[in-house]
């Protein structure tokens, strides 16, 4: 569900899976605004806290991401060193940010020709 629409003022109003005719905009699902409109019946501070507290925990784990290769790239640990099911955990988000990667790079030379 990476497609988007917003309202006048700019706030997303709609969520699509694939992209619909008309304005929509893509986002990746950690996006602040994609954040907001998926916990849009949350309410007061403390929400707002836990929707930054998310987005936030999401930019440390692709921090932590890049720590282990780096420190596998060093050789400093193996990555057969890992539990296995660590090792699963990262090759399954390798291979889900490589899809992304790859869509929004489609997506981008897509509005590029428009």
């Known amino acids: ?56 925990d999401a930019k440390m784990i692709r921090v932590l991401d890049d720590l282990v290769d780096l420190l596998i790239e060093k050789q400093v640990i193996l990555f057969t060193d890992l539990p296995v099911e660590a090792r699963q955990k990262i090759l399954a988000r390798k291979k889900t940010r490589g899809r992304l990667q790859n869509l929004s790079i489609l997506v981008g030379e897509a509005d590029d020709t428009l």
Request: hydrophobic share 45%.
């Open 1 to 56: 569900m990476p497609y988007v629409q917003r309202d006048s003022s700019g706030k997303v109003v709609a969520l699509f899976n694939e992209r619909p005719a008309g304005d929509a905009e893509f986002l990746l699902p950690t996006h602040p605004d994609m954040l907001l409109f998926l916990n849009s019946g949350a309410e007061g501070p403390a929400d707002e806290a836990q929707l930054l507290l998310a987005h936030l």
